[in-house]
T-cell receptor, first 115, second 114 residues
Framework: DGGITQSPKYLFRKEGQNVTLSCEQN?????MYWYRQDPGQGLRLIYY???????QKGDIAEGYSVSREKKESFPLTVTSAQKNPTAFYLC??????????????FGPGTRLTVL | AQSVTQLDSQVPVFEEAPVELRCNYS??????LFWYVQYPNQGLQLLLK??????LVKGINGFEAEFNKSQTSFHLRKPSVHISDTAEYFC????????????FGSGTKLNVKP
C-alpha cells in the first residue's frame, strides 16, 4: 500500500525541548517537503529536499532542521529556537514522472502542541 | 505580493446549490495550478490540476476549474454541493521559473448546510 506516513498523529512537548517529526514514503518520489499550517494562513514551506543528502530552506526555516539520509525518509526537528512551534505539520512528496509531473502528495499530518 | 490569493476565507452554501471558490494568482511566467481539499485533521488531497492544454479542468467529486490567463484566475466550481463537501479548499501555484516551489493560498472553508 503506497503512501506517506507521518508519526505520531498528535505530539505534546514541554517548552524548550527539541522534538523530531517523522515522515516516511514508499512512493519512490525524489522530492520531499515540510510545511507548517496555522489557522487562516494556509501552508508555509519550512524545508524541502530534491535528492538524498541535499535540502534547501523554505520561507520559515528558522528554528527547524532536517536531514535526508535516505530517499524514503525526511525527518523534521523542531528545536527550542522555534518561538511558536504549536501547529499542524504536513509532509509532502512530489512526482517527477512526465505524465504526473509536479503532482504533490501529502501525508496525514502531525499536530504538535507545546505546553 | 501574494502569489496566490483566495479572497473568501469562508463560503456558506446550502446543499444542492452551486458553488464557486475563487483563486487568483500573480506570476510573470508560466504556471501550473492546483486545487486541494483538506478534511479536519487530515492531509491535503488533490482535486484537480492544470498543467497545459484545455483550460477547463475536471477533477474528482464533481469539481471543475477554469484557467483564465487574462484574469490570472483559477476558480473552482461545483454545480450541486453535498454535505460531504464541507472542508477547506486550497489553491496552489507552481511557477515556471522554479518548479520545486509550491505557493499555497490561505484556504477557503466551504460549509454546506442542509
Amino acid at each position: 500500500d503506497g503512501g506517506i506516513t507521518q508519526s505520531p498523529k498528535y505530539l505534546f512537548r514541554k517548552e524548550g525541548q527539541n522534538v523530531t517529526l517523522s515522515c516516511e514514503q514508499n512512493l519512490n518520489h525524489d522530492a520531499m517537503y515540510w510545511y507548517r499550517q496555522d489557522p487562516g494562513q494556509g501552508l508555509r514551506l519550512i524545508y524541502y529536499s530534491q535528492i538524498v543528502n541535499d535540502f534547501q530552506k523554505g520561507d520559515i526555516a528558522e528554528g527547524y532542521s532536517v536531514s535526508r539520509e535516505k530517499k524514503e525518509s525526511f525527518p523534521l526537528t523542531v528545536t527550542s529556537a522555534q518561538k511558536n512551534p504549536t501547529a499542524f505539520y504536513l509532509c509532502a512528496t512530489v512526482t517527477s514522472g512526465r505524465e504526473n509531473y509536479n503532482e504533490q502528495f501529502f501525508g496525514p499530518g502531525t499536530r504538535l502542541t507545546v505546553l | 505580493a501574494q502569489s496566490v490569493t483566495q479572497l473568501d476565507s469562508q463560503v456558506p452554501v446550502f446543499e444542492e446549490a452551486p458553488v464557486e471558490l475563487r483563486c487568483n494568482y500573480s506570476s510573470s511566467v508560466s504556471v501550473y495550478l492546483f486545487w486541494y481539499v483538506q478534511y479536519p485533521n487530515q492531509g491535503l488531497q488533490l482535486l484537480l490540476k492544470y498543467l497545459s492544454g484545455s483550460t477547463l479542468v475536471k477533477g474528482i467529486n464533481g469539481f471543475e476549474a477554469e484557467f483564465n490567463k487574462s484574469q490570472t484566475s483559477f476558480h473552482l466550481r461545483k454545480p450541486s454541493v453535498h454535505i460531504s463537501d464541507t472542508a477547506e479548499y486550497f489553491c496552489a501555484v507552481v511557477k515556471g521559473n522554479n518548479f520545486n516551489k509550491f505557493y499555497f493560498g490561505s484556504g477557503t472553508k466551504l460549509n454546506v448546510k442542509p
